[in-house]
């Protein structure tokens, strides 16, 4: 029996783009201009993996793309709540949509800021506790037309919503992540093109990484200016483990020794010093093998996975790699909190596996000094999953997307144990 120490933290994660519905953005108007183009293009992207034929049809399907209402937990809310609590969940994490807070430059929408405030209220009213996102991805429409995170300006107004924010509900939070995975925005928005703006070029990458690792440490400042150190700001970053494909191979291993780090640590050293706590979105492994001549002029790396270890999305489980990556946390000596972890697999047949085995990895680096003391499963409902839409199925609860109607997972109810044990096996 793995126990963990007294007041760990359990629950689920979400985001407001892939779960609340009815939100206009950079997101929502990047859809509508490419769900055509995204279920002709679906064969050649996902016809390797091995659920194709049972997604193929969804897949192909243009309303596949269009967030649409989504799970409808913007008016869902409180029951799924009841469903986190029924679970043993005694945190979450959710992200507030600026562009609803501020759908026009300069003017705020007071429903929706009562709406969230709402939000906040029903978490604490079931004794889960929030962890509050500020920013997971998507942009008002107003701020895209300016250029997003290229643009230098982008900053100050954000800067202007999170105060905002902290003066309508500073003193109801405990818990801030500023950013979420900044390196995975700007390498599949700036880098591979997938997300919109779908630019290609390293160059505007680094410009946008660098705009929001800035922008998070300046929030940092802010948020404590505001309100003291009774609070604790993170952002999450986003981890991947890679190894060499071929493990004789001198190339293999520094192409994936340049992976780890460009990929992984670059944004930690930029925001050292701007965090009290370290927030980890950790999911799979890539074997990493040096080629001359990449998928795109710029690339050198091919990645490889195991397909007898995979998921619906086809990323290898390596559970022992988030054991890696909390040890290698504890130089920074700051508290760690598993902010996303999780798989897709519409059959809930390998789900309660991994979560067991991430969590018994997880148990074991705290056994050798990781301060870590949360953990959150992605993700509570079934979502609109960006570029891929409704197919993955990640949930804890499954979502009927014609219905709106719930069902927990049997999967979700081995997690409870574990949330109501404080330990597994």
């Not at 959710?94 to 709402?118: A, V």
């Not at 800067?159 to 003193?171: A, M, P, S």
């Not at 949930?395 to 997690?415: F, Q, W």
């Amino acid at each position: 029996m793995g126990k963990f120490p007294d007041g760990f933290l359990w629950g689920a994660a979400t985001a407001a783009h892939q779960v609340e519905g009815g939100n206009r953005n950079d997101w929502s108007e990047w859809e509508k201009q490419n769900a055509e183009r995204l279920a002709r293009e679906a064969e050649r992207k996902f016809g390797h993996l091995p659920n194709w034929n049972d997604i193929k049809i969804q897949a192909q399907n243009p309303a596949n793309y269009i967030s649409s209402r989504a799970c409808d937990h913007y008016n869902r809310y409180e029951a799924d709540f009841d469903i986190a609590k029924s679970l043993g969940h005694t945190a979450h994490r959710f992200s507030l949509e600026w562009s609803r807070i501020e759908p026009e430059e300069g003017k705020w929408d007071e429903k929706e800021i009562e709406h969230y405030r709402k939000v906040i209220h029903a978490l604490r009213a079931r004794g889960i506790e929030p962890f509050v996102t500020l920013w997971h991805w998507t942009n008002p429409v107003w701020i895209r037309n300016m250029g997003g995170w290229e643009n230098k300006k982008t900053e100050g107004f954000f800067l202007r919503y999170v105060e905002k924010i902290i003066e309508e509900f500073g003193n109801e939070i405990h818990f801030w992540l500023v950013i979420n995975e900044p390196n995975i925005y700007a390498g599949m928005s700036y880098v591979q093109g997938d997300f919109p703006p779908c630019v290609r070029n390293m160059w505007r990458a680094n410009r946008v990484m660098q705009n929001l690792v800035r922008t998070n440490n300046r929030a940092y400042v802010l948020l404590h200016e505001k309100l003291g150190n009774r609070i604790m700001v993170g952002s999450a970053h986003n981890l991947i483990s890679h190894l060499p494909y071929n493990k004789d191979s001198l190339l293999d291993k520094l192409s994936s020794w340049f992976l780890n780090n460009v990929r992984n640590f670059r944004s930690f050293g930029w925001a050292r010093g701007h965090q009290d706590f370290i927030g980890i979105n950790y999911y799979h492994l890539e074997k990493i093998q040096f080629v001359l001549f990449g998928k795109r002029r710029w690339y050198f790396f091919r990645t490889h996975v195991n397909q007898d270890n995979v998921t619906d999305m086809n990323w290898e489980i390596y559970p022992e790699g988030i054991y890696n990556f909390l040890l290698n946390m504890k130089k920074y000596k700051l508290p760690i909190f598993i902010t996303e972890n999780g798989l897709a697999d519409t059959t809930d047949d390998r789900r309660e596996d991994y979560i067991k085995s991430h969590l018994q990895w997880v148990h074991k680096a705290i056994s050798e000094g990781a301060d870590v003391r949360g953990y959150l499963y992605w993700s509570l409902l079934d979502n609109f999953e960006w570029d891929k839409g409704f197919w993955p199925r990640f949930g804890l609860v499954e979502v009927d997307y014609k219905t709106m109607e719930r069902r927990i997972r049997p999967s979700a109810y081995a997690y409870a144990n574990i949330c109501k044990e404080n330990a597994v096996t």
